[in-house]
């Protein structure tokens, strides 16, 4: 049975201050929609030389989620990977699984515009814009070309474990990746999966980060 409804059967139902609620969100998200596009390929295309490349911060476990959002954005996204540790169940093996070379982390190219750092921190799972929203933090190209290109021939890759010699506290440089040439302090150390937690110092702010261990060297 089809129920039909006349204009004037929900009204009443839904108070004015509602109604200008959902206008309100709908014009928030048009304008995130129109801002957003200050940060797609077009822009990367028509003027490369304006478009260096930032490190947004997500939540952990969300970064491929972010990349494939701002990909279909048509907003130039990375997450380099590598990887797991293969595992055993019942004398099989299970394929080890791709996972982020730096967890917490989505790498975005895109115009240095205002309107373009304020999309990209209101998606969804991002949390915030390394170095701040008002003077992010761009690097270098080299850096980018290095880190895809290494993560790509599978220089992360989980293998064995041949020792590790950092402490906790120990001063380091960091090597590879978005945050190369910055000097570091290690937080914590994994030595089976070949992992080192570091903070890493930005504009005066600590920025903590998980690194494999060939992205730091001893200073």
Not at 97 to 113: D, E, F, I, N, W
Not at 140 to 154: N, T
Request: proline share 5%.
């Amino acid at each position: 049975m089809t129920m039909q409804h006349k204009r004037g059967d929900f009204e009443g139902r839904v108070s004015v201050k509602g109604l200008l609620k959902l206008d309100k969100i709908a014009d928030e998200q048009r304008i995130r929609i129109s801002n957003l596009a200050m940060a797609s390929r077009r822009i990367i295309a028509d003027h490369p030389e304006m478009c260096p490349w930032y490190c947004l911060s997500v939540r952990t476990g969300s970064e491929f989620t972010v990349e494939k959002y701002l990909y279909e954005e048509n907003v130039e996204a990375l997450v380099p990977t590598c990887l797991s540790a293969p595992k055993y169940s019942r004398g099989r093996i299970i394929e080890p699984k791709r996972r982020p070379v730096m967890p917490g982390y989505v790498l975005v190219q895109c115009a240095a515009s205002a309107h373009a750092f304020l999309a990209l921190r209101q998606v969804r799972h991002v949390t915030g814009i390394v170095g701040g929203a008002e003077r992010p933090y761009r690097i270098p190209l080299k850096h980018i070309d290095k880190f895809r290109e290494h993560a790509q021939r599978g220089a992360y890759d989980y293998r064995p474990i041949t020792g590790m010699s950092y402490d906790v506290g120990e001063r380091v440089k960091v090597t590879d990746g978005p945050f190369a040439s910055f000097d570091a302090e290690v937080t914590a150390i994994d030595a089976e999966k070949h992992r080192i937690t570091v903070d890493v110092e930005i504009f005066g702010r600590k920025t903590p980060v998980e690194l494999d261990i060939a992205q730091i060297e001893k200073v």
